[in-house]
């Protein structure tokens, strides 16, 4: 799966955005830019915030859509 053109540039470049599910612990990486991702694993919605433009964070579930 890993090409073999991959500069260590690309290498971190990969790890951008990743976020991990507070819930499932589910890794995903979110886009550029995001606000919020929905965890493809078990459907949780969590707000996303940078650190700076490589580091996003989970900053926690975005309530208003969770129904207990
Ligand atoms: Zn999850």
Known sequence: MVKKSVSDKQKASDRIGEV?????????K????????????????????????????VRGPMWDKMRF
């Open 20 to 28: 991990r599910c507070l819930n499932c612990f589910y890794r995903y």
């Open 30 to 57: 979110v886009p550029p830019g995001a606000d919020r991702f929905v965890c493809p694993e078990c459907g949780w919605e969590w707000r996303v915030s940078w650190v700076n433009p490589e580091l996003a964070k």
